[in-house]
């Protein structure tokens, strides 16, 4: 590698890291992404505390295995014969990849002493992690890994620009530390594809931070990740994901977004129904342990696991979303049912549709999305003990503040309400001025619901409450509140023109006990 003059370089420092950045712009950097990397290491870092064990390549049971003993023959079968195609497979594999290096010795891969793939071979046995950050760039984010995280034994960044592993190269040597990491010049889906078979070969975590959609790596990425190991996924085309190019979404992802004021946690859950989706090709499927809408991006962290009898269920946890065109009220359709009663497991497809040609709050007809991930998209237990470690590193992230915000809204989110509403969208539909996010809150807790903010959306409403009760609360405020009477063919029309059914109940304004219990977010079912 030619030397460059130390004035074409910017030096850059974030967290333990130091890099020299080109002035020239050849290597992307993203100084905006500093929380992604904070929180990315402090979730490794907590998931290595609470998850992964040394020298451990055997399956691992998943959350949701403790009753895996009640498997009947038909699924034990299953397995086995799963177990036997990957055995089979592996043959194939090793026989394919020695023919390939017997007689093609054509491709080029330059390397720090012009070898072909990483610069070292790894270990049977490992006694520390194993990370690849399959698209790089300037190794800033390994480069950090490999400093800040206890217990990483290996890292290998990979990026497939020739300016960017000459830059990994260079920031590896300034921050001496090429014991542990490795600069890798692959394409990434080959790299991972190289590390799927056998056990002792697969990444405990993969990080994928793409410039747009990750979708054309995941089939490697579901494979190449060890059992229990942790994915995290960043994607940056929230156009796609939002609702804007909804076709493009299809092709994808697989599902279709919809423009709705929700879209953002929708973007989470079509990601998380993506990557369940190419995992259960392989007899395995994923356990989301945090999933975030921050800035331009989304970002999730998910384990995997291998069972060929959970993959199963995976239709009970995917939803279609009816979204209607008027008071853009929505519904969740699920796409199978989950029947487990000791040894006899069925899942069956659901049944439905959960509502008429048109809306029964404003007449319109709806728009068709999804499937999305409707399961919990975080573990709150997870989140809410990240939380109490974050606390515990205040010198350790330049973005303290907003991560300790960001994990205690998650840690109150109620997990098993899929998407929200926004006060100020539900207003500009009836013309009226907004009440206070604590009178609709005070006003569902009295009627009986939970009721919480989402990350996603400062001014959400998300609640179990039905649809029909918050058009009815928003009745009710309007009759104290009145406004100019709408013509009869528009949604606030429609909607005003019913009188609300749980009128004494929610016209009662709440008491100072009331009002200050909703300040809290109420998560715990009663």
């Known amino acids: 590698m030619s030397e460059q003059a130390p004035d074409q370089f910017d030096t850059i420092s974030e967290g333990a890291a130091t890099i020299l950045f080109p002035k020239s712009n050849q290597v992307f950097y993203n100084p905006v992404q500093e929380l992604n990397r904070d929180l990315s290491i402090a979730v490794i870092k907590h998931y290595i505390k609470l998850y992964w064990k040394p020298n451990s390549f055997s399956k ?27 055995e089979s497979h592996l043959e194939t594999t090793k026989r394919l990849d020695s023919d390939d290096r017997k007689g093609d010795d054509s491709k080029e891969f330059p390397s720090e002493e012009g070898s072909t793939k990483s610069s070292k071979k790894w270990k049977a046995t490992r006694g520390g992690l194993h990370i690849l950050e399959a698209l790089a760039a300037s190794g800033l984010r390994s480069i950090r890994y490999a400093l800040e995280i206890p217990g990483v034994e290996k890292v290998v960044a990979n990026d497939y620009s020739r300016a960017a592993y000459q830059s990994m190269i260079r920031n590896i040597e300034l921050n001496k530390i090429g014991d542990k990491v490795e600069s890798s010049y692959n394409d990434a889906s080959m790299l991972m594809y190289e590390h799927r078979h056998t056990p002792e070969k697969r990444f405990d975590v993969i990080d994928l931070d793409p410039y747009g959609t990750p979708s ?24 796609v994901l939002c609702g804007n190019h909804a076709d493009s979404s299809h092709s994808k992802y697989g599902s279709m977004s919809l423009k709705a004021r929700y879209c953002h946690e929708m973007a989470l859950r079509i990601i998380l129904a993506c990557v369940e989706s190419h995992a259960n090709r392989y007899h395995r499927y994923t356990v989301p342990l945090l999933s975030c809408s921050v800035d331009f991006y989304v970002r999730v962290f998910v384990r995997v696991y291998t069972s060929p009898a959970f993959v199963k269920r995976t239709p009970s946890k995917l939803s279609m979303v009816y979204h209607c065109n008027g008071c853009e009220s929505f519904h969740l359709q699920p796409l199978g049912r989950k029947i487990e009663d000791g040894k006899r497991r069925k899942y069956p497809p659901s049944t439905g549709p959960p509502v008429d040609r048109k809306c029964d709050q404003c007449g319109h007809v709806f728009k068709l999305g999804g499937p999305i991930w409707s ?20 010198t350790n992230y330049q973005t303290l503040e907003r991560m300790e915000g960001l994990l205690n809204v998650m840690a109150e989110e109620l997990p098993d309400v899929p998407l929200y509403y926004v006060l100020d969208h539900l207003c500009a539909k009836l013309r009226c001025n907004s009440p206070k996010m604590l009178v609709v809150r005070s006003a569902l807790m009295t009627l009986g619901y939970r009721v919480s903010f989402s990350h996603a959306c400062a001014n959400s409403i998300k609640t179990d409450a039905p649809h029909h009760v918050i058009w009815d609360v928003m009745r009710c405020w309007v009759k104290e509140n009145p406004v100019k009477p709408p013509k009869k063919d528009t949604p606030a029309g429609a909607i005003l023109s019913v009188e609300p059914k749980d009128d004494d109940d929610v016209e009662d304004l709440p008491t100072k006990r009331q009002r200050l219990q909703g300040r809290r977010t109420t998560n715990k079912k009663e």
């Open 216 to 239: 054309q790596f995941l089939d490697a990425t579901v494979q190449s990740v060890a059992d229990g190991g942790l994915l995290c996924i960043t994607c940056t085309d929230m156009s």
């Open 60 to 86: 691992k049971k998943g959350p949701s295995e403790e009753d895996d003993k009640c498997k009947d023959k038909e699924e034990l079968i299953e397995e086995a014969d799963a177990s036997e195609v990957t």
């Open 375 to 394: 399961e919990p998209i975080h573990d709150q237990n997870f989140v809410s003990s990240l939380l109490e470690e974050v606390k515990k590193e205040p």
